[in-house]
Each structure stands twice: as C-alpha cells, then as structure tokens.
C-alpha cells in the first residue's frame, strides 16, 4: 500500500481499521525522511526508536481492542520548540542544544493520547525569532521546492517537512507569521490559531502575548484534524480559552457561499509586494467569488503601524522570557571565575545574533526612562489594531490577504538586513497583536523559475477557526495547488 | 542613534556581552529599527488603554500539592550541582 | 513625645514583606515547606524550566484580602501581575512576578496602641500586594563559589508598604509588631521574624521640623528583628545627622545593617540602582477579585487587635494588660475564655500573663497544649474569691494542676488545701497560740506590733497553712485589744 501519499486522516482510519499497522506507517516514513533529510535537513532530531515504540503501542491498544484516538498511527514531527520529556529541546539554539526536560508540554501530552507517532523534532529560528530559519547555530533548512532557498521561518523545518512528506502532520508556533509564513513558502497548509485556543504550556516562550501554536498540513482538512488535537482549555496556562472545541473536521464542509470576504485594499499597494504574489492574490479572490462568496473593500486605519508595534512588544516579551538562558540552573554554562563574567560569557555563546539584537531592543524599549515613549505607546497603539480588525468584521466575515509579500528567496540572500526581514511580515503580523486566527492555503504558484509557492491568507474574528477551516476547504476545493509535490524531493 | 556607550549600557543590563563584530554593527542595526519603531509617534493614543485582550477571567488554582521534582531530577540538567545545591562563582552580595 | 536627634527629626517607611503560609507556592503546584533539605520543594515552575507558565493560588489570593480587609485597604476588583527583572542565581526566571502599577490593594492603615512611654499612632499605608519570593544563596566561606537554593523560590508574599508616617526607631519596631499582631490573627502567615517569614526594609530621612519637605531618603534593607530593625533606624539616623551636619547631601542609596560594627553600610547609589523594567505579566489575564468574595471574607474576618484591645480596656484591664494580651492572638483567645468560664478580668489575666505563660514559655508549650484549662483558671479564681483557700495555696494547686492536668477543686479535696474559716474553730487555735506566747503578748501590748506576724505564722503552723489569713487577722485584732487573760497562778 502507498502510505506516503495518503492524508492523515485516511492513515489514521487504516490503522484503526486494522487495515495496515502503525509500525509500518512509522516505517514508511522514517525511510521517507531517509531519502528527504540529506536534501532539506528539516530535522534537528530524528527520533526512530521513539517512532516506532509509539507505533507499537498503537498497535497493541488496537490488538486489546482499546479506542483509537483521532490521529492513530499518525507520524508527526514537532518544532523543537515543544517541550519533549527525555528528547533534547533546543529551540533551535545552542544555549540549550543539550537541554532535557523533565516533563512533556501540553501538545507532546495530546498528540500521544491522541495516538500520533513522534518522528523527531524540526529545526527552527533559534527561539523562533526569524523569517527565514537562517538564524541557528544548526544547518539551516532548505526549501523542498527549490532547495537553494529558505523554506520561511521561524517554523521552516515544520513546514519543509510537511512539504516533503517527511511527516504527515507538524506542530510550528506563529508569534508574527512563523507558522503563515514558511507554510505560504512551502505550499502547505498552517494555520494560527485564536490567541488561547491552544495550551502555551510546554511551548519555550519567546513573546507570551503572541505566541500561539498550530498546525501544518498537506490540507486544510488534515490540519483541522491535528487542530482539534492539540486545542482546548488548558489549567496549567492561565491565558487558555475555556470555549468548546467544536469538530474542526466537519466544519470543513460548510462551504463558503455567501460569505462576505473583506480585501483591504490599500495594503496592496506597499512597497516590495510581489508582482507573482498579486496577482496570484487577485486569482485567488476570484475563486473565492466564483465559490460563491462576496468580496468587500475593508479598512485597516492602523495596518502600517503593526509591525512597529510589534517589534516593540514582541523584544520586550522576548528580552524578559530569555532572562532565564543564564547558565546557572540548566542548558548552556560557560564557566568563569566571577558571576557576572559567567553570565555574560553564558549569553554570549549561547546566543545568535538576532536573537541578542532582539535581546537589546526589547531591554530598551522597557528601561524606565524609554517605557512611556516606547513600550507604553506600543500597547496603546495595539489597542487600536485590535479595534481596526473588530469593526473591520462588522462588515465581513473573513479577511484575504497575501501571507508574504514575496515567494522563498535564496539563501544568504538577506541575512545582513534585519529590518527588511522584519518588514516582510507586513500582513501576517497584526493577527497576531489582535489575538485572531489566521491561516495560509497554497494559492498559487511564481512564474519564473525556480516555480515556487505562493499562500493565500484567510483571517477570522476571535474563535472562528470553523469559519477559516470552511473557505480553506471550499477554496481548496476548487484549485489544485495543495495537490503538486515538490519534484526536487519526489520519490 | 544608539550611542555606542549606550549600546554597551544596554548589553550590560542584559547581561549580554558583545563581540567586536556586534560592537560594529549593533549601533546602527539598532539605530534604524529605533527609527522605524519612531514612526508610532504619529499614532493618535489620547485616551487609548493600553491592550490587554479579550480572554477569561484568571483561572486561580486550588492550594493542593502536585507533581513535584525530586532532588535528584532537579539536579540532573543543573551545569554544576554539590550536595544538593546548584554552584554559582561567588559574588558580592548586595 | 517627639523624638529628635540633634535638631533633625526623622522621617520612616517601612516595606514589610510576610510569607502566606499556604500549602503551595504562588504560582505553582509545588510544596511549601520551611526547613527542608536543598532543593527539595521544587517542581518544574520553580526553576523557571521552559515552557511552564504560572497559575496563581486562590489561597494565596484569600489570605492577602483578609489582609487587606484587616487593614482597610480599599481591594481593587481588577489588579495585574507585573514583571520585575533582574539577574541573580537566586531568582529562576530572571524576574520575579509581582505586582506594580495595579496591586490588589492601597489605602489602609495601622493603629500603633498607646504605652505607658508612647501616644497611639496612626500609619497609613499606602498599599499592599502579592508576589512571589526568591531562593536562597549561602556564600562558602573561604571558597569563590555560591551555593543556591530554591526551596523557598516562589512562596507566595505580600508586602505591605507604608506611607513615610513613622516618626521614631521606637515606633517603627511598635508598628512592625503590630503588623505582626494583625497578620496572626488572621492565621495567614507564622509572621516570624527570625525564621524569616516576616521581613523589613526601612526608608529613611531627615528634616529639621514637620513642616519641611521629606529629605533624601535611604532604605535599609533585609532587617530580619525587631532588635535590629530599632538599631538600624538608629544607625542610619546617626550616619545621615553626621552627613547633613558635616554640611554634606544625602545621596538616595540602599544600605545593610551591619549588625556587629552597628552600623549601616551604602550598597550601591541611585546612579547604580538596577532599572527592574516593569510590565505587565503575559501569561496572565487581569486578576478579578468580585464583591461576593471580598463580603464573604469580610464576614469571616476574627476580631483584630485593635477591637479586642479595646473591649480589654472596658472591661478594666489597663493599657498594659490589654496590650500584653492582645498582642497574642492564642493568649487573648484562653483569657477569653477564662472570663467566659465565669472569671472577673482583672485575676483572669494576672493568672494568664504571669503563671500560666511563664511556665508555657518556660517549657515551649502553646495555648493549645497547655495542661491547665481555661475552665481550670476560672475555678481557681473562684475558690479564692470564695474563700475555699488561700493564694498561696492557690499557687500550689496551679503547679499541680499544671503538672497532673486535673481539676484544681479536686486537688483542693485530695491534699487538702480547703481553708478553715470557721470563726469559732479559729478563735481555739488563735487563744491556744496566745497562752503559749505570753512574752509575745506582752511586747505587741507595749507596742511592739511586729510580732503580729509571729502569731499568724503560728496559727498557720498549727492549721496546716488552711486557717484563713483575713479571719486569723480580725480574731488577732479582738483577742489583742482584749484585757489580759486571767490566769489562775498569779
């Protein structure tokens, strides 16, 4: 049987049908990473042993005639920002490239109970601070489409993976567009969820009040699955949402006709949008028109001060979450005679450059004498994004929008230039400030060569993940793009 | 602009030491995203709370005992560890 | 009363920080227990491990209401948790969650009582919040290395602020204690200075009269007795009277009491003070504490000091008595009870301040386990008042019935300690006394009235110490006043 081109949810109907075993899934993949990873290098651990030893005890739940759970004998790989008992988790960076934890986050928990099988752990932006996955002491991960290009980031090795088929399912995280992002340059589904929907327990944290986990996917469908895993209110976050959990699955069937889908038009208009990418985005209206929903001309007042926000709030959270990385307790110690030469020492080895100039940024934005100017008036001004977005959604019901305003680039090509690279989350990142789901389809492709992958983005108002997983479907529906694999890493 | 000085000031509070590459860059890397961040200036936030989000009210916990570590799972991943106690070069104590 | 050190008046604030005594930390799940092995009593969130968020205790957030009841502090329905940065072993996260610009309550205060050499005093605070402790560090000796510990990382604490409205060294001890008093009596934290779940910094500054704007001030920190405490404030005004007399300024700084040289010593300055860089916590939503919560925790609130001194002072006790009670809350409960078993206040408390406490103390007993019922006292005092014995043997039967724990009336029967006070049975003994002492008499008579004493030791000799002294005392008074006896022979 083929296994690796059938979708998760058919793979875990086989295996609690007893149709085919979770060992042999588990296996079938673990060699189809084989052949992928010397290509893309999406993995920072593999974890086969583990894999299979999951598999089993699928299987001997099925044997003892126990219930399956929905992602029975699924192989998923999670970013190494999942906090994973036993397995290092480095979040891609060397202060902790030898960390073990001591306990299992909220997701490894409910993917296991769930029955998924654990196949390793992706590579990343160290502390998930990038765009490109470039920012890691590890080998950066390369673009199943074009393998000389960046997969996107910070959840690159999430989605390359997907991409390649070198998993079924992934878990990336999305602070400001890291799971829409890398998902639109690999042609894959991901989705971020409403801020709370998913636990952070168990998540390295880098910006808590944007940090959001979720899903890749090679459908919308199969990322709806994976969604209903891992969402759900959790005691051990105390900014988890205590809402029901409705059957992501099946409101994939709802359709799209007369939605009203609202196109801010005047973000179309910045600088350094993509000609591939618009108009890939303007065929992509179309088809939702075709599919029976209404467009309709929205405002954002606040659209261009978002990332500015951002970068604010998001340093700010990041230079207090990382205060732990001190070399006294876990992960990295460069031993030094005197305290302060430990821990500066420490940081200074165990850190990449972005991630100390993030680091820099967010202790200045808070320093008493700048707090007002800087970080005060960034929570103000989030104040007003998060309104510009609910009274957008008196007149629509979902917002389209491209998800990054270019395809993959090549690798290398834009390290040096940190805020062009921040400046390139331009339409993913007010999701985030507002605390709403948002999630990228494969839209299209670029015309030139290397042909890579363009996402569309559809966003909702808080909790309308049935709403997103509808339109995802209804479009996909109605294109092919989630149907072509990247011929690089065919088989 | 970010005066050097204060670039180091920032890196000392943050317990971050540079390299004489990031000596180099940093200033100006950081100079420019400040600018940019500069642009919220023109923002209107007259009367405007700062965000705090729609969510739950906090959930409290009840006072009962959990999971806990035990000595020895504490210390494992500790990078120096004696009789129980993690080890910190000495430091002036203030 | 006001206390003036060489034309300068000093000007105190204290920031008092009291350790909850809950089950579990602040913000996690984990055992609280004082005393344990290192390391111990952590879990995951205590180490700031990766990944683990906190989740405030209800508990915690229960005690620190009935704080703020206790006190009149106005209790926000919405406050937030805050961050504090800064690096040091001892603090897992590299901040610690507290509260800043939105604490769960301000306003307030503390009503010092009056003493013999002191006015009452009013101290308002000006607020109160939650947040969690640190672990510990312990420098080796003649080693370059620290040791740390986190057992006590993450205990939840309230610290209690005060408006600068302390005017001596003196008053700043009487008000810690009667924090420590209130914060008992709610049954909220052990409050103990040396065991450190009651801890002190103090601000201090000078000025020449009341009327003068505050000076720069100083804090003093880590003052773990009330001993110290009074001497650091000391130590501190007498280093700043030096400064300003010597024509200096003052610089803001944070000093150490340096308990053996008596002296306070700077840390560091404003211009080397960390920048904590505040905000407001992430990973938790506002805290909501609703009307009905704080009513209900209002109607459970025990009677505090202040009441209690009060109805002591009504009830004739003096301001001493009253405070030396009230300032345990165990002491006043069992005086209590004894006045409710039947007893007048006055013997009640001189049974309970002075026997029954001394020997508790002397033994390290509590109120709880004290041998001697409060029912026990009220009897006590009853057989005396009643006449059934004398105070002195009143004093036996207490070691008694504190030694054996049974009712004083029985032992009066089994050993017996019942006082005769039958006037005719009396009258025999006092004559037979008289007729064998003639040359006694005879002195009393010419004046000598000392050997009065020599005839109630006598009748007491004969009686077993059971003749009633006051009935002994007006038998003397007749039969001496009387014409001598006639005797037969002369």
Redesign the interface.
Known sequence: MELLGVSARELARLVRGGEVSAREVAQAYLDRIGQTEEKVHAYLARLPERALADADRVDAARVRGDELGPLAGVPVGLKDIFVTRGVPTSCGSRMLAD??P??DGSHVRRIAEAGGVLLGKLAMDEFAMGSSNENTPFSPVHNPWALDHVPGGSSGGSAAAVAAGSCALSLGTDTGGSIRQPASLCGVVGIKPT??RVSRHGMVAFAS?LDQAGPFARDVRDAALMLGVIAGHD?ND??S??AEVPDYVAACDAGISGARVGVHRAALEIDGLDADVRSAFERSLEVLAEAGAHLVDIELP?F??A???Y??LATAEA?SNL?RY????????E???????????T??AG?G?EV??R???G???L?ADSYE??Y?????????I?QDYTRAFESCDLIASPVSPVPGWKLGERVSD??AM?LADVFTIGVN?A?LPGMSVPGGFSTGSPRLPIGLQLIGP?LSEPRLFAAGAAYEAATSWHTERPPEVSS | M?APEE?EA??R???????DA?RET?PG??A???A????????D?EG????????????????????????D????????A??????????K?? | MSYVVGGWRPVIGLEVHCQLQ???KMF????VRIGE????????YT?GTPGTLP???????EYAIRLGLATGCEIHETSRFARKHY?Y?DLPKGFQITQSDHPYATGGLVEIPATNDREARTIRLIRIHMEEDAGK????PG????????NRAGSPLLEIVSEPDIRSPAEAAAYMKELRTIIRYLGISEANMEQGTLRCDANVSLRRSEDDAYGTRCEIKNLNSFKFLEEAIEAEIRRQVDILDGGGEVVQA?L?YDTNKRQTRV??TKEEAA?Y?YF?EPD?????IDAGWIERVRGELPELPATRRERYLEAGLSEYDAGVLTSDAELASFFDEVVAAGAAAKPACNWVTTHLLGRLNTDERSFADSPVQASHIAQLIGLVEDGMISGRAAKEVFDKVYTEGIEPSAIVERDGYKQVSDTGALEAVVREVLDQSPTQVEQYRGGKTKVRGYFVGQVMKKTKGQANPGVVNSLLDKLLAAPPPETGED
């Open positions: 960390w073990e001591s306990y801020y709370g009040s005691p105390a900014t949402l205590r606040h261009e001060y990332i500015a926000t970068y604010v230079s205060a001190d070399g006294v307790r876990y992960g990295l110690r031993s030094r005679d005197s305290l302060l030469s430990m821990y500066e020492a940081r200074e850190f450059d100390k100039r680091i820099m940024l202790t200045f934005v320093r100017q800087y005060g008036r960034a929570m103000r001004v989030r104040t007003l998060a940190p805020l921040y400030l605390g808080r | 970010v670039t920032l890196a509070l943050a317990r971050l030491s540079l390299s990031e940093f890397q950081l420019r995203i400040l940019y961040i500069d642009t919220l200036a023109q923002v936030v405007v709370d700062e965000y705090v989000g729609e969510q739950d009210a906090l959930d409290l916990r009840d006072d009962e005992v959990g999971p806990m570590l035990s000595a799972e504490a210390l494992s991943g500790v990078p120096a004696r009789d129980g106690h993690v080890v910190v070069p000495k430091f104590e203030d | 809950t089950r579990t996690s799940a984990c055992a092995a290192p390391n111990t009593q952590t879990d995951a180490w989740v405030p205790n209800r508990q915690a957030v690096f072993p560090n312990t420098h080796v080693e370059d290395v620290s040791l740390v510990d986190y944070t150490s840390m560091r920048d860089r407001p938790m939503p506002p805290l909501v």
